[in-house]
């Protein structure tokens, strides 16, 4: 009876994935948003590294009105950001393209949609950043984000009308 439960639980158990921490990704994170740490007071309050998944690994940082997540996919780095007030630490956080939210700070309400820039680099994102984090956390306050959410859906959904195109997807105009 042992051995068919020690089958069965050696089975069931390598589906799960053991979760630990990528130091590295987290050093990087805080030595290129290190303005984030000493200007804001920020925290990093999650990280994980899935060894199962091509290595992918996400670092959570959060000041006061924000969360950060950097992401590593398959070698490629991105950054995420969300309103504290909609952090759940699960599948109902607001999580938006950081390139896309930054986008939202020049857009008026009538303007076309811009081109999804690509940031090669975590430097150069934290370049970015910087100057304009005052702007994205008052975008991002309860007062504003309805409005700022509604500038990042006509983004998303201009992307991906643009990316079917290239798919053999079909415009309606």
């Known amino acids: 009876m042992a051995s068919l439960i020690q089958r069965f639980w050696s089975g069931f158990s390598s589906v799960?994935?053991?979760r630990t921490t990528d130091e590295a990704l987290e050093r990087q994170v805080r030595q290129e948003f290190s303005f984030l740490f000493s200007d804001y007071g920020a925290q990093v309050?999650?990280?994980?590294?899935d060894s199962n998944h091509f290595g992918n690994a996400w670092v959570d940082v959060r000041i006061e009105g924000l969360y950060f997540r950097v992401v590593r996919d398959r070698g490629e780095i991105g950054v995420l950001v969300s309103?504290?007030?909609?952090?759940i630490g699960g599948p109902n956080a607001k999580w938006h393209s950081l390139a896309a939210a930054l986008e939202t700070l020049e857009m008026k309400?009538?303007?076309?949609?811009?081109?999804?820039?690509?940031?090669?680099?975590?430097?150069?994102?934290?370049k970015l950043l910087r100057p304009?984090?005052?702007?994205?956390?008052?975008?991002?306050?309860?007062?504003?984000?309805?409005?700022?959410?509604?500038?990042?859906?006509?983004i998303v959904e201009a992307f991906w009308r643009n990316?079917?195109?290239?798919f053999g997807g079909h415009s309606k105009e």
């Open 83 to 87: 309103p504290t007030y909609t952090y």
């Open 132 to 154: 304009a984090l005052p702007r994205l956390r008052e975008a991002y306050s309860c007062e504003n984000y309805a409005q700022t959410s509604l500038k990042m859906q006509r």
């Open 45 to 49: 309050v999650s990280n994980f590294y």
């Open 163 to 166: 990316r079917s195109h290239g």
């Open 16 to 18: 799960f994935t053991v």
């Open 109 to 126: 309400e009538d303007d076309p949609v811009p081109n999804k820039p690509d940031f090669p680099s975590l430097s150069e994102i934290a």
